[in-house]
């Protein structure tokens, strides 16, 4: 068994064998998972069992009265072949006749013992040496002359030798020409499942200006009706959107100003021991308020199809040292005056790109405040990673927290979305930052990623840039 499992390895090394058992795999994978692979086996399949069953049940329909309808004129025709052999029997005319006719003859006797094809087994002709030669219902195609010779007579094979393979290879294109046919006609049939597929991508991709086209839509069979309700869903998605889109704009716009002269009044207060704790728990929940209205905005203008970015030439180390200055001047508190510590990994020599940097910085500052919030505790600082590669920045930050579980790995980025479910303050934001952070990403063509890093979570951002 080793022996034949080590010769198996081996030759599964070899191109040949490598190839061919990747197209069976291929093969087997189209037949599971196409639906017009297996609609072609199908009618294949349906092809040869109604083949096959009108085959034999002609065949069975013509063996049951064949005999009784044929015998009697095979049989006289066989008295005239016979006579014409003569008697005794003439080797030459039994000759001629097969010569003539596709038949082969056999005399047999104690003078003259003949056949018309010495080189073919006797089973090719229908009879049996062993048979007795009289039996009680002789063969009709079997003839006893007056001096004791037996001519029997049965159908040459010969011209089956000369051409089954030329019908056989005629039969087998015909099979190939008519499974092309069908394969043609079935996928032009299902050609507007392509159109469906690349449809519900683009509705998915928040794309709603190109329609799946309807082919006849006059008269649309059943993927065209399929076509037309996917178009009135991803219409209704969009109108959605759309209001929602509008709704969020009209009420961001129009908290500004109660906000602003809320700040105005707030800060207008006397700054006495007893107002101050208050008059300081206001302004920043008016502050939060405040920045909250000021990410939806973002986040609507950034989420739009028709963003605009104002590029220019952007020192993005400078950027990053900037914005960890600003967070840890922030965050610092009178046992800490220097504020957290992060870890910065930036590259000695990186050209300025062609990049937003306001939408820039929004984005570092974002992934370092939510590294900061979720490393609290944590023995070790976040770390920013900045690297150029092949006109590819890429900008990673790590948090060395607890992490995320990996079901909820694909929420992170949504609208809204925090891994634990109480709602608080103290956890993190309202779930607006990494959003906006891959806002910024697609904005630029580029990507968003998340994945555990074990301990805490890594965020990666890859963003194509030219440089100046």
């Known amino acids: 068994m080793s022996m034949w499992a080590d010769w198996w390895r081996v030759c599964r090394g070899w191109p040949g064998v490598r190839d061919f058992i990747r197209a069976q795999r291929q093969a087997k994978h189209a037949l599971v998972h196409s639906l017009r692979v297996r609609l072609i086996a199908m009618f294949v399949l349906l092809a040869l069992a109604m083949a096959s069953t009108f085959m034999f049940g002609m065949q069975a329909a013509l063996s049951i009265g064949w005999r009784d309808a044929a015998k009697p004129l095979v049989a006289d025709y066989i008295d005239k072949l016979a006579k014409e052999i003569g008697d005794p029997p003439d080797i030459e005319r039994a000759r001629a006749i097969t010569q003539r006719l ?207 970015l104002h590029r220019e030439a952007v020192d993005v180390c400078t950027l990053v040292e900037d914005v960890v200055c600003e967070l840890q001047t922030a965050h610092a508190t009178a046992e800490a005056d220097a504020g957290p510590l992060i870890d910065m990994q930036l590259p000695t020599a990186l050209p300025r790109l062609q990049l937003d940097p306001t939408r820039i910085r929004l984005l570092v500052r974002n992934l370092l405040d939510n590294a900061l919030r979720h490393s609290a505790g944590a023995s070790v600082a976040p770390q920013i990673t900045v690297q150029w590669t092949n006109g590819q920045l890429s900008i990673a930050v790590r948090d060395f927290g607890t992490g995320v579980e990996e079901n909820q790995l694909p929420n992170l980025g949504q609208p809204f979305f925090r891994p634990d479910a109480a709602r608080t303050r103290e956890g993190g934001g309202v779930g607006l930052g990494l959003y906006l952070c891959r806002l910024v990403a697609q904005a630029h063509g580029g990507s968003f990623a998340v994945r555990n890093a074990q301990p805490g979570l890594v965020i990666e951002i890859a963003l194509p840039a030219a440089t100046v």
Do not use: C
């Not at 002789?138 to 001096?147: L, S």
């Not at 092309?180 to 794309?207: H, Q, S």
């Open 102 to 308: 596709p038949l082969s003859v056999r005399i047999s006797g104690p003078q003259i013992n003949w056949r018309s094809n010495p080189d073919q087994p006797d089973k090719q002709h229908d009879w049996k040496d062993d048979e007795p030669r009289e039996a009680e219902s002789p063969r009709f195609y079997v003839r006893n002359t007056a001096d004791g010779h037996l001519i029997q007579f049965g159908v040459s094979v010969q011209a089956w030798h000369d051409r089954p393979r030329f019908i056989g290879w005629i039969t087998l294109f015909t099979l190939l020409v008519l499974t092309t046919l069908a394969y043609v006609r079935v996928r032009r049939m299902l050609r507007p499942l392509d159109d469906i597929r690349a449809g519900a991508l683009r509705f998915g991709a928040g794309e709603f200006g190109q329609a799946i086209p309807v082919r006849r839509s006059h008269h649309p069979d059943e993927l065209g009706e399929l076509a037309a309700t996917i178009n009135t869903m991803g219409a209704d998605i969009h109108q959605m959107l759309e209001a929602k889109r509008t709704l969020l704009l009209a009420i961001s716009h129009e908290l500004r100003s109660p906000l602003t002269r809320a700040r105005l009044n707030t800060e207008l207060l006397p700054e006495t021991a007893d107002v101050q704790p208050g008059r300081d728990a206001l302004l920043r929940d008016l502050a939060l308020m405040r920045d909250l209205v000021t990410d939806l905005l973002e986040s609507e203008r950034l989420a739009s199809p028709h963003a605009a």
